[in-house]
Nanobody, 123 residues
């Protein structure tokens, strides 16, 4: 069992930055991958970025955020981060942290989810 709690969301102007955090408790070491997803009103939840929890720490990004967002993790603190730079109004969504045993970009690849944190980017 893994519990995930996100923080760091808020309101920011276009071009600004935010850093999301996701604190994991329980047995996060049993997960092989952690990721960030987002869901805008009226839209399906979509993949943003993921990182393998193992030593290599390979990361993957959606095309829409490549070059602007950076995912990272601190294994000692069991914390996942998402640094978001050059934010755009279309980045506005509820951002969810997720953990799973199978690396992937699909919602179905992840077993555990946080409650979400709102990110609003004004134009």
């Amino acid at each position: 069992q893994v519990q995930l709690v996100e923080s760091g969301g808020g309101l920011v102007q276009a071009g600004g930055s935010l850093r999301l955090s996701c604190a994991a408790s329980g047995r996060p070491s049993s997960m092989s991958s952690m990721g960030w997803f987002r869901q805008a009103p009226g839209k399906e939840r979509e993949f943003v970025a993921s990182i393998n929890w193992g030593r290599a720490g390979h990361s993957y990004y959606a095309d829409s955020v490549k070059g602007r967002f950076t995912i990272s993790r601190d294994n000692a603190k069991n914390t996942l981060y998402l640094q978001m730079n050059s934010l755009k109004p279309e980045d506005t969504a509820v951002y969810y942290c997720a953990a799973g045993t199978v690396p992937g970009t699909k919602v179905s690849s992840y077993n555990y989810w946080g409650q979400g944190t709102q990110v609003t980017v004004s134009s």
